[in-house]
């Protein structure tokens, strides 16, 4: 158990759809990073927030968004859903925001558009 | 842009022997750090092991151990005396602190372990 939680494990929905998913870090990491792994585009990252605040920004559409609140939990959003997004979304935590910091993933939401 | 190859889709080892899973990157950084993950069918990602790339020692993390080759750009995984529960997909990743700190993963490798 890495000390990442993630909520819910398993979503279904419809195109067009919006639908929130969300992340507990381990406690007293700062920084949370959201990735995608799909199968025609492996593991992308997409965001990463530090302290409530954006810091780096990957591959993630427009459609997509995220936050992180005051308790650190962060949430990504996803709107406008396609098939194409169906995937499992990963969440990781680590202490800060340095290249050195080992990322500790949580288990996954996997996410299915029908 | 720094990408990650994996070539090998799957390999198989025998339970109790080594098996060696390749990855070679391409930077042109000088300060980045190399990782590699392990996805169970559960699908939770566990970091295996990670190499430092201004450290000339390869790291050591009991079974598993890397062959960090920075002029070759190679960061190779062995596993040894391998066990049922090493069955996995196996990621290379890089990261740097030169490009958003974001992870760049390979495509990975499906290890199966033959009892």
């Known amino acids: 158990d890495s000390g990442v939680t993630q909520t819910p494990k398993h979503l279904i929905t419809a195109t067009g759809q919006r639908v929130t998913l969300r992340c507990s870090p381990r406690s007293g990491d700062l920084s949370v990073y959201w990735y995608q792994q799909s199968l025609d585009q492996g593991l992308q990252f997409l965001i990463q927030y530090y302290n409530g605040e954006e810091r780096a920004k990957g591959n993630i559409l427009e459609r997509f968004s995220a936050q992180q609140f005051p308790d650190l939990h962060s949430e990504l959003n996803l709107s406008s859903l396609e098939l194409g997004d169906s995937a499992l979304y990963f969440c990781?935590?680590?202490?800060?925001?340095?290249?050195?910091?080992?990322?500790?993933f949580g288990p996954g939401t996997r996410l299915t558009v029908l | 842009a720094q990408t990650v190859t994996q070539s090998q889709p799957e390999m198989s080892v025998q339970e109790a022997e080594t098996v060696t899973l390749s990855c070679t990157y391409d930077t042109s950084e000088s300060d980045y750090y190399l990782f590699w993950y392990k996805q169970p069918p559960s699908r939770q990602m566990i970091l295996v092991i990670r190499q430092e790339a201004y450290k000339q020692q390869n790291a050591t993390e009991n079974r598993f151990s890397v062959n960090f080759q920075k002029a070759a750009k190679s960061f190779s995984l062995k596993i040894s005396d391998s066990q049922l529960g090493d069955a996995a997909m196996y990621f290379c990743a890089y990261r740097t602190p030169y490009n958003n700190n974001d992870m760049r993963f390979g495509a990975g490798t499906r290890l199966t372990v033959k009892p």
């Open positions: 990781a935590s680590s202490p800060g925001t340095s290249a050195t910091d080992t990322q500790y």
